[in-house]
């Protein structure tokens, strides 16, 4: 599905005349990790939560940042402010300080996290989505299709309201693929590859992906083969939108989208 701007304006108006009318809060650099195993992971493995301060649970969403799992910074997107969600900006360590599979690892606890203090912050522990954008993508939806990295923290990943991953790559991260000295040319299926664990049950999953003819390195095919092979195993619900004359900086149209999405996904048993 292609997707074009007049539809971002329109939803943007929608969702700013319609936001929820109470107050929120922000609260900056919590540690996610009870026990870190280093002082860098101590220093990296921080999150904001942006939340209300009164009123009935509110979906979460947690967002994990880009930036090729070697470098970023945790952040909240404004968009995403003040429009009825619990917004969690999730900070991981990078490679090659550690390898990609325990930043998944930090990823997950920030997951487990959120989980288990959601209360705290008005959240609704039952309608928990997972973003982000480019390597926050990837994190995103290695999460919610292997279930092994929720399972280490006591959660079944199963139980994630929704994936809604911002130009995430769906093979194997070209960062892990360093790792083993194999190029970020050479495309790469392996464990460390969300497209290697499709299954029918996941969470409902929508890619958003910048212009094929913009985007980088295949990302926009990448995602379009992952939707093929989890309709073949028979997904019930993915979808997959593209963004006209957007290259891989695609996260700007991308967000309204992903309010709606998640609004709408909100809404199903």
Not at 31 to 45: F, G, I, N, R
Not at 79 to 88: A, E, R
Not at 228 to 236: E, F, S
Request: proline share 4%; net charge neutral.
């Amino acid at each position: 599905m292609r997707t074009i701007l007049p539809l971002f304006i329109a939803v943007t108006l929608f969702f700013s005349a319609n936001a929820q009318d109470r107050s929120y809060k922000t609260e900056e650099n919590i540690q996610y990790v009870e026990k870190p195993v280093s002082d860098y992971q101590k220093a990296q493995c921080k999150l904001d939560v942006h939340y209300p301060t009164s009123g009935d649970v509110m979906p979460i969403v947690l967002w994990f940042h880009g930036g090729g799992l070697t470098g970023g910074q945790k952040e909240i997107p404004a968009f995403l402010k003040s429009k009825g969600f619990v917004v969690i900006g999730v900070g991981y360590r990078f490679s090659p300080q550690v390898k990609v599979e325990e930043i998944i690892q930090d990823a997950a606890k920030a997951v487990s996290y959120t989980l288990k203090n959601a209360e705290k912050y008005r959240g609704d522990k039952r309608k928990v989505f997972i973003s982000g954008h480019s390597a926050g993508g990837y994190l995103a939806l290695m999460l919610g299709l292997n279930k092994l990295y929720l399972q280490e923290e006591g959660i079944d990943a199963n139980t994630l309201k929704g994936i809604i991953p911002f130009s995430g790559q769906a093979v194997t991260h070209f960062t892990a693929r360093k790792e083993k000295g194999i190029d970020e040319k050479q495309a790469t299926i392996d464990e460390l590859s969300p497209i290697f664990w499709v299954r029918r049950d996941a969470a409902p999953i929508v890619l958003l992906t910048g212009d094929r003819e913009k985007e980088m390195l295949g990302r926009y095919e990448e995602n379009a083969y992952l939707k093929r092979m989890l309709l073949i195993v028979g997904h019930p619900d993915v979808k997959l939108m593209e963004f006209d004359g957007y290259g891989h900086d695609m996260v700007y149209p991308g967000l309204p989208v992903l309010v709606d999405e998640m609004h709408r996904l909100s809404k199903v048993k």
